[in-house]
């Protein structure tokens, strides 16, 4: 996997070379100054999206048992930041923001369910919004080579979304026990009763549709602040495009990466796909690579703070865990390591031993003699 990994890094990279060497660097140079405050304008929006994410994580939870919203907040800026700028598949920081949720007091099954659940929220409206951006596509421009590109992409993700959404279900629970029972040995039996607290929890989440239905909406919501991003930078950039224009090139860009999800931070996917959506609307290579960089730039100061946060939680989590077992240590070892006495005249004396046997009244009296 880490090969694998690595070289759709060097292809991706090797892509963005090339397109920025086609399209001119000092043409996409002379776009990128000329974003000026929309580039600002980008990374707010950015900040204020990832937030609002955090908070279509906190709605899902069961009220008596939500974590503070500051938690999801932060901890969605820490999946973010590992998401877009660490070299794994683009939910490696899901998983790594469930863990740290489970230390802030949140139950392992229910962080690991919430988790789920807020992943499958995020997919159905992703697909959603690219759906909405290729019908406002084929309204505004017609049928088109990117429009078939896009529908065929859909006929996949589809089913791949309903497929997620079942193996969350009760099907999906049978299918992972069964494979867990047969491969466990007897020894690993304890992951079984995980499994199934896991699916516990995931049924209370999805036996609330309301709670479901918030989150879906907050995403929805989000998805569109991410709008603001392609319509400010355009038109700071002397591009000027509605929003209905915007809504396609956000949300098929996104689906591109989306799709690209195997390369770290989509690099490539991201830039040919902003070149081919915008190039739709009469904006050249070296705009739309402006404004793929742009957009990059926001990852970079949204993701490293929370990188930043992870690796203080981290930390602050080792010390806990080494005071802990430093305790514990402590009380195993407490009644074997008892404190040393003191003989006469302040010297040494060895701990008296329980089970030495005690001298006889002859004995002593000859120790006396002696004395």
């Given amino acids: 996997m880490k090969r694998l990994t690595t070289l759709a890094l060097i292809v991706g990279l090797c892509t963005v070379v090339g397109l920025f060497l086609s399209s001119g660097l000092e043409d996409v140079a002379a776009a990128v100054v000329s974003a000026g405050w929309g580039a600002l304008f980008v990374v707010a929006a950015r900040a204020v999206a990832v937030a609002w994410a955090g908070l279509g994580w906190f709605v899902i939870f069961p009220k008596m048992e939500r974590p503070a919203l500051p938690a999801c907040v932060n901890l969605r800026f820490v999946r973010e930041g590992i998401n877009t700028l660490l070299p794994v598949a683009t939910v490696g920081g899901d998983f790594v923001g469930a863990r740290l949720l489970a230390r802030r007091g949140v139950t392992g099954g229910l962080a690991g369910a919430s988790m789920f659940v807020d992943l499958m929220t995020q997919a159905l409206t992703q697909l959603l919004f690219t759906v909405a951006g290729l019908g406002v ?62 699916y516990d929890n995931l049924r209370r989440l999805y036996g609330q549709p309301a709670r479901i239905l918030s989150g879906i909406a907050i995403h929805l919501v989000g998805w569109l602040i991410g709008t603001l991003e392609v319509y400010v930078c355009l038109h700071f950039m002397g591009y000027p495009v509605s929003f209905a224009e915007a809504v396609i090139i956000e949300s098929l860009a996104q689906a591109v ?115």
């Avoid at 590109?149 to 969350?168: D, E, H, R, S, T």
């Avoid at 029972?181 to 499994?195: H, M, P, V």
């Avoid at 705009?287 to 490293?304: C, E, I, Q, T």
Wanted: contains cysteine; charged residues 20%; proline residues 6%.
């Fill in 137 to 198: 596509l084929v309204w505004l421009a017609g049928d088109g080579p990117v429009v078939r590109a896009v529908a065929g992409g859909l006929a996949i993700a589809a089913p791949a979304v309903g497929a997620f959404y079942l193996i969350q279900r009760r099907s999906g629970h049978r299918l992972i026990q069964a494979l867990v029972s047969r491969f466990a040995s007897g020894r690993e039996w304890r992951a079984l009763g995980a499994i199934d607290v896991l």
């Fill in 257 to 371: 990466r989306g799709a690209a999800f195997a390369v770290p931070g989509a690099l490539g996917a991201q830039e040919g796909g902003l070149i081919a959506l915008c190039a739709i609307f009469g904006i050249p290579a070296e705009a739309a690579l402006a404004l793929s960089l742009v957009k990059r730039l926001a990852d970079l100061l949204v993701g490293v703070p929370g990188l930043i946060a992870w690796h203080l939680m981290e930390r602050g989590t080792e010390a806990e865990e080494s005071e802990e077992r430093a305790a514990e240590l402590g009380r195993r070892l407490g009644p074997v390591l008892q404190p040393a006495t003191l003989g006469p005249l302040y010297s040494y004396a060895p701990p008296r031993n329980a089970y030495a046997p005690s001298l006889s009244e002859a004995e002593r009296g000859d120790l006396k003699k002696c004395a």
